[in-house]
């Protein structure tokens, strides 16, 4: 039987997620979206699976505080640009 507690432990189940968002990304930037676009809309996520992976495997309070407090700014952007009108 899979050992859930060692894959969370390990961090290795952040890092399906960072490898979901990967693909992700090669997908929507394949599909025509602009790499800028895709950036934005993605970059909090993966900022936030690193703060949680570095939770999961023990890190100092700063490597997780780091990520997370980046993913914020850059969520407002993205949220800035969607809401601005297109020309």
Sequence with gaps: ?????AFFASGHAADVVLAVLALE???LLRAGRKCE???LLLLPAALMMLG????????????????????FPV??????RR???RQ
């Design 52 to 71: 949680l992976r570095a939770a999961l495997v023990g890190a100092s309070w700063p490597w997780i505080a780091l990520p997370l407090a980046a993913s």
């Design 37 to 39: 676009d895709v950036v």
């Design 75 to 80: 969520h407002l952007v993205d949220l800035l």
């Design 83 to 85: 809401g601005a009108p």
């Design 25 to 27: 990304t090669v997908l």
């Design 1 to 5: 039987m899979f050992d859930f507690s």
